[in-house]
């Protein structure tokens, strides 16, 4: 299971280091710029484990602290606080509100990793949906179940094309439109070829085939008979 990270911070230098960091190590690294944001994002991703700047603008680490806390889906949530601030009375200020732990600046990876993978130990493992495809238009890629797949560029323009409006039936014609564009002569059989090469990809359920019309995405086409497959 890949456990899912946020990282809120309003340096850009430290988002961009610790994200990098700690994506090589396997996580999956969310990040937002001020605590507001932060906040926003934690409900979308539901993260294991959220590292919080102290001082940032527009909401502040302790006001952003609180407000996860007093959130019931992220009031479990580990917290470990980032500050170049290390009194004491900081530090409890942190615990105070609800923080796990309290890491001065500047940071240290290694340090960092240490405490990141202690932490996320004592976080109860999440049964992954390993069905479930997501596409990443930022970063050009599919995941399945967290698992990411790296797709050609014209698998890619397909997959999501299908996935912009899960159960719409799309015409071959809109398809050939669309992904290879009017002014594009390709083979009669191209479509069929992509589509098969992206059910070896992702699994032959989330591709049906309307025979004589085209083909739709469903999440739930588990149950599609395996004749209407090309």
């Given at each position: ?97 609800g923080a796990d732990d309290y890491i001065t600046k500047p940071i240290k990876m290694n ?120």
């Open positions: 299971m890949a456990y899912r990270i946020l990282l809120i911070d309003d340096e850009d230098d430290i988002l961009e280091f610790v994200k990098y960091n700690l994506m090589r190590d396997g996580y999956e690294v969310f990040t937002a710029s001020n605590g507001a944001e932060g906040i926003q994002t934690a409900l979308k991703v539901k993260p294991h484990l959220i590292l919080l700047d102290m001082m940032m603008p527009v909401l502040d680490g302790i006001e952003t602290c609180k407000a996860l806390r007093s959130s019931p889906v992220l009031k479990n949530v580990m917290i470990v606080f980032l500050s170049a601030v290390g009194s004491e009375e900081t530090q409890l200020q942190g615990y105070d509100v340090i960092l990793r240490s405490r990141v993978q202690a932490i996320l130990k004592r976080v109860e493992p999440i049964e992954e949906d390993t069905t479930t495809i997501k596409i990443d238009r930022e970063h050009y890629q599919v995941l399945k179940g967290g698992e990411k797949i790296i797709l050609p560029r014209k698998e890619f323009a397909l997959l999501e094309l299908l996935h912009s409006q899960p159960d719409k039936l799309f015409t071959r014609e809109e398809i050939y439109a669309s992904v290879w564009g009017n002014k594009v002569v390709v083979g009669d059989r191209t479509i069929d070829v992509h589509i098969r090469k992206l059910r070896q990809k992702i699994g032959d359920e989330h591709i049906i085939t309307v025979k004589g019309v085209g083909y739709k995405f469903s999440a739930g086409a588990a149950e599609q008979k395996e004749e209407d497959k090309q």
